[in-house]
């Protein structure tokens, strides 16, 4: 039994109407797991497409959000590294930005956390966050040394993981 056989009938036609229309249109899985994830409210958790609200009840609309989210979040999660590394430099050179400004900005604010769903398994939440991180600094490695960096010094290393500040009570 598949899951979309589970699915109450108007999310099942709203999940169908969404996945040919809008991400049809998406050509990776990983630019579709973001702009899914940009339909839900980061405050509520709640999705909300406009055009599938009017034309599906707005509460089957959003669970198909939420069932699209999930099936994208867990295809992008089990992909093979080397697929994960091209669609992140596929989607780093769609967003117009220096690869080495868009590194920097990934591997320090981690902005790809919004695109796990609220209620994934925790253990391919962590799965997906170390294959990005990897992915990531696949693409660091990738990036063309500058001139002066010929004579073997490299480009600055990662990040390192910073913790949070201790605030005093």
């Known amino acids: 039994m598949t899951w979309r056989k589970v699915l109450p009938a108007d999310v099942l036609r709203a999940y169908e109407d969404f996945s040919s229309r809008s991400l049809a249109r998406i050509p990776s899985?990983?630019?579709r797991l973001i702009y899914?994830?940009?339909?839900?409210?980061?405050?509520s958790g709640l999705y909300h497409h406009e055009g599938l609200a009017a034309r599906f009840d707005p509460l089957a609309a959003a669970k198909a959000l939420?069932?699209?989210?999930?099936?994208?979040f867990r295809e992008v999660s089990l992909?093979?590294?080397?697929?994960?590394?091209?669609e992140l430099e596929k989607y780093m050179q769609s967003a117009k930005e220096e690869p080495l400004a868009f590194l920097t900005a990934w591997q320090e604010l981690e902005p790809y956390r919004v695109a796990i769903p609220m209620h994934a398994d925790p253990t391919?939440?962590?799965?997906?966050?170390?294959n990005i991180k990897i992915a990531l600094a696949v693409l660091r490695y990738r990036l063309p040394k500058e001139p002066d960096h010929q004579s073997g010094a490299s480009l600055p290393p990662s990040p390192a993981p910073r913790s949070l500040p201790q605030f005093r009570s």
């Not at 939420?66 to 994208?72: C, L, R, S, T």
Request: no cysteine.
């Open 124 to 130: 391919v939440a962590e799965l997906f966050v170390s």
């Open 79 to 86: 992909m093979p590294l080397s697929q994960l590394s091209d």
């Open 66 to 72: 939420e069932y699209a989210h999930a099936g994208v």
């Open 29 to 31: 899985a990983l630019e």
């Open 36 to 43: 899914i994830a940009s339909t839900r409210d980061y405050n």
